[in-house]
């Protein structure tokens, strides 16, 4: 009698709420199907289930992932359709996807299972609930293989990259005298695997004075670098071509892009900069989003320049301090010679302070017109910055028409000195 009440109770929920979920089927496969060592590649995960029905919690086992050979991420649903199969029946097909990597070759056969929640929407009359119940499923085995790079054909300093990219280059300027500043700039990117490679520079010059590259993008597919180059001379028409090499895995074989080369015209023009500047170049070479900030240091010159206006307070304060020790040795036994020879030691000290406050005054002169400052008392000398009409400087010696100065602690040769 027992069995029979459970029988017709099992009957009755059977009609309200219908048969349980399941997953039907499923399979694994990659994208694309030939897959090389650090190729990023997609694996998949096509499941059909009973119409309905949604999976959450997925674990995907039966794949040898090891993070020293094969990394992929945890799977994700990427779409979800309704099929029909069969004259009077519909599923869910539902697709997974996880990206994965090799770093070296592998060929396995895989036998994969998936373990997920399956929920299914029960309806009793009026009502209707989400029911959860665990899935195991065995999927159809695969074979999982990764080849290494080819060996023929691979250039000579090949980085590993694999994939697609470009580059390319600019100068901050094309039109130059000697000395001037010029900036490359060179920027790589793509799609694939990059690496850990270093953003390719051109070849060195000796026509060229040449500081170390910047990279101020560093992320996984761009990389973008800045670097200094100073023509020495008017030979120096010329930074040579960039290239980059990488393996191509549409085509099956290696390419390499270049950007280059970059010609340099040289001019007679003045410079025509009205502010008074100075030329700054920046050689840090950390990298990626922590980049430091350089230390910011302060020339000798800054210190001279300093000093030197300190000096009618620096005599005033010693004749103090002078006054005062010989004040405290002579109190007690001979108070009024201490006393008076402090005064006079102070009356002194400030009168030399006066003196070479006069003095510093009269060093000082006012510039009638711009001036470009350079590094030697010649007209073809490097400009090192420009100052304009008001400005105060401090003449420090004279070589002929040619007069050095001091600017705020900038220091150089300007031409007639007034």
Same mark, same amino acid.
């Given at each position: ?5 459970? =029988? ?83 599923? *869910? ?27 299914? %929407?029960?309806?009793?009359? &009026? ?70 490679? =270093? *953003? ?10 040449? +500081?170390?590259?910047? !990279? ?29 090499? +990488? ?6 074989? +290696?390419? !390499? ?14 410079? !025509? ?21 350089? =230390? ?28 005062? &020790? ?34 510093? %005054? ?57």
């Amino acid at each position: 009698m027992k069995r029979f009440a459970r =029988a017709v109770c099992l009957a009755l929920l059977a009609v309200g709420y219908g048969w349980a979920g399941e997953i039907i089927e499923g399979r694994v496969f990659t994208v694309p199907e030939r897959i090389y060592v650090n190729q990023p590649f997609e694996l998949r995960c096509e499941l059909v289930v009973t119409f309905g029905c949604e999976v959450e919690d997925i674990r995907l086992t039966g794949i040898p992932v090891d993070s020293d050979a094969l990394i992929v991420e945890p799977m994700r649903k990427v779409s979800q359709t309704r099929e029909a199969r069969g004259a009077n029946r519909s599923v *869910t097909v539902i697709l997974l996807s996880a990206e994965g990597r090799a770093k070296r070759p592998v060929d396995t056969a895989c036998s994969p299972a998936l373990s997920c929640s399956l929920l299914e %929407r029960r309806t009793s009359g &009026f009502f209707s609930h989400w029911a959860m119940s665990p899935q195991r499923k065995a999927l159809s085995p695969f074979l999982l293989k990764i080849e290494p790079l080819p060996e023929a054909g691979r250039p000579d300093g090949f980085s590993g990259a694999i994939g697609q990219f470009r580059l390319s280059g600019a100068l901050s300027q094309q039109n130059v005298r000697p000395q001037d500043i010029v900036t490359l700039t060179v920027r790589l990117s793509g799609s694939g695997w990059l690496g850990e490679g =270093a *953003t390719p520079t051109p070849p060195a010059s000796e026509l060229f004075k040449i +500081y170390p590259a910047k !990279t101020v993008v560093h992320e996984p597919l761009r990389r973008t670098t800045e670097q200094v180059w100073i023509p020495m001379s008017t030979n120096a028409t010329e930074i040579g071509k960039v290239t980059f090499s +990488y393996f191509n895995p549409q085509s099956g074989r +290696y390419e !390499t892009v270049q950007a280059g080369p970059f010609r340099l015209t040289f001019t007679d023009r003045p410079e !025509t900069n009205a502010v008074s500047t100075v030329k700054v170049i920046q050689t840090d070479l950390t990298k990626g989003s922590g980049d430091s900030v350089p =230390a910011v240091g302060i020339s000798l010159a800054q210190v001279n320049q300093s000093v030197r206006h300190s000096r009618p307070l620096l005599a005033v304060a010693a004749s103090v301090l002078i006054a005062l &020790f010989v004040l405290f040795t002579m109190i007690g036994r001979h108070t009024v010679w201490g006393i008076v020879s402090a005064a006079l030691l102070i009356g002194i000290g400030c009168a030399v302070g006066a003196a070479m406050n006069r003095q510093e %005054r009269h060093d000082v002169q006012t510039l009638s017109r711009r001036c470009e400052v350079r590094f030697a008392p010649s007209a073809r000398s490097v400009t090192l910055f420009t100052l304009n009409p008001g400005v105060e400087v401090v003449p420090l010696e004279r070589a002929g028409e040619w007069t050095r100065i001091d600017a705020d602690g900038r220091r150089g040769w300007i031409e007639r000195m007034e």
